[in-house]
Nanobody, 128 residues
Framework: QVQLVESGGGLVQAGGSLRLSCAASGRTFSINAMGWFRQAPGKERDVVAAMKWSGGQTYYADSVKGRFTISRDNTKNTVYLQMNSLKPEDTAVYYC?????????????????????WGQGTQVTVSS
């Protein structure tokens, strides 16, 4: 089992920045990739960004390319999401997820169904 704990959410004005953190514990050696997803009120949960744990390959949703950056600190078993130039439409609950399955694909998975472990979520609210 892998446990994930997110932190760093909050209220920020449009144009501002936030950094989310997701600390993994437990069987972290089994992690293949980690991702950030978000769910806005009344909408489905969608991928934001993902990263292969060992190789560092990344995936970004088009809506956040150039504004968000996913990174990791393997020594701390932590993945980060740096969010810059935030917009009101970025308002959502942000979830961290971990994929424990080996995959031969170059990029990390973007489909939430492929992720096995989920954090509790952290609220990000961007005011206009």
């Amino acid at each position: 089992q892998v446990q994930l704990v997110e932190s760093g959410g909050g209220l920020v004005q449009a144009g501002g920045s936030l950094r989310l953190s997701c600390a993994a514990s437990g069987r972290t050696f089994s992690i293949n990739a980690m991702g950030w997803f978000r769910q806005a009120p009344g909408k489905e949960r969608d991928v934001v960004a993902a990263m292969k744990w060992s190789g560092g390959q990344t995936y970004y949703a088009d809506s956040v390319k150039g504004r968000f950056t996913i990174s990791r600190d393997n020594t701390k078993n932590t993945v980060y999401l740096q969010m810059n130039s935030l917009k009101p439409e970025d308002t959502a609950v942000y979830y961290c997820a971990a994929d424990k399955n080996y995959r031969s694909s170059y990029l990390p998975p973007s489909r939430q169904s492929l992720y096995d472990y989920w954090g509790q979520g952290t609220q990000v609210t961007v005011s206009s």
